[in-house]
């Protein structure tokens, strides 16, 4: 789970690098700005979509005006699909 | 009446991560606090140094002038607290121009992937 915008902080670089076969991505708050296509980090999410699930907290998305401007193959959860990420993986915040 | 607390003790594996370097903000200080109070407890405790984290392990570091007591000692004695696993990320120690011997203390340098399967085993992770 990924709360911080890759211009911020080196969060979404760093947790990508240490991810496993069955993990999965959340981006939450600023972090949903790490799965906008055409921006400078856009491969980051990229890479990692190629071999693990990402999902975006769609509340987060639709604040900040980014609805249609998402990555291909990125998952939209609204909040009880958090709960639901939460409760099936073990829990590792990047802040 | 004398209870058996040996069959209420659970002991888990926590994993405490400092991503944040030692003296712009109270982070990585807070970390080593809630460390030290959790190995009390006898929990299975390790630390995990990634980013500007791998900073707070720097020999040397003289905060006198700042006037703030430095931390930078209780890190050679967490090994009293039987504090021992303590996790370098080679690649952000190596980006920062820094080898293992920069360090205060013993640590084992890893590469992503080992503590990435380090992280995968633990019941908790702290984030800092």
Redesign the interface.
Known sequence: MINQSPFRA??IE?AT????AD?AVLLTEDGVYGAQSGQKHSDLIKNAMANNDVYVLGPDVKARGLEGKLLDGIKTVDYEGFVDLVEKH?????? | MTEEIEDDEVVKKIMH?I?RAPHGTIYSYEALETVLIMAAYDQDVSMAF??DGVYTLKKDQDTSELEIKGYMKTFTALDDYDVEKLYVDR??LEERGLTEDDLIVDVEVLD?AA???L??E?DT?I??
């Open positions: 080196p969060s760093t690098r240490f991810i496993q993990d073990n829990v590792n915040t990047w802040l | 991560i991503r990634i980013d690649q952000s992503s503590i990435g399967k992280m995968g633990q992770i984030p800092n």
